[in-house]
């Protein structure tokens, strides 16, 4: 059992940052939002508890994987093409294929 009794609740952004509209000579850092978020909590006008299960849980971490392996191959790609243009970057500039004037057999 854990130590502590937790409880998770879904706050809407939106309704945060309206609340701290009440609040308006207060800065804007990260102490001073979490206090305003304990605030929106202390006055207790909840919508809803969330309860986590195993299944929320095995999902959430499927999904953290694949957003990590998508970076990472985007990470690789981009270090690829990188390399592919340093080591042919000079193509671009040369005529590899010579002109040809004059009638084109393939053309006809």
């Known amino acids: 059992m854990a130590p502590f009794s937790t409880k998770i609740h ?4 939106k309704t945060v940052h309206n609340f701290k509209k009440s609040y308006n000579d207060l800065p804007k850092n990260d102490d001073v939002d ?3 978020i304990a605030d929106k909590l202390r006055f207790g006008r909840l919508l809803q508890e969330v309860f986590m299960d195993e299944l929320f849980l095995a999902l959430q971490r499927l999904t953290r994987t694949r957003f990590h392996l998508v970076n990472t191959i985007k ?8 390399n592919l243009f340093l080591k042919f970057s000079s ?18």
């Open 10 to 13: 879904i706050l809407n952004a």
């Open 34 to 36: 979490a206090w305003v």
């Open 75 to 82: 990470r690789e790609k981009t270090y690829f093409l990188n």
């Open 91 to 108: 193509l671009r500039q040369e005529k590899i294929f010579p002109i040809i004037s004059g009638p084109q057999p393939w053309r006809l």
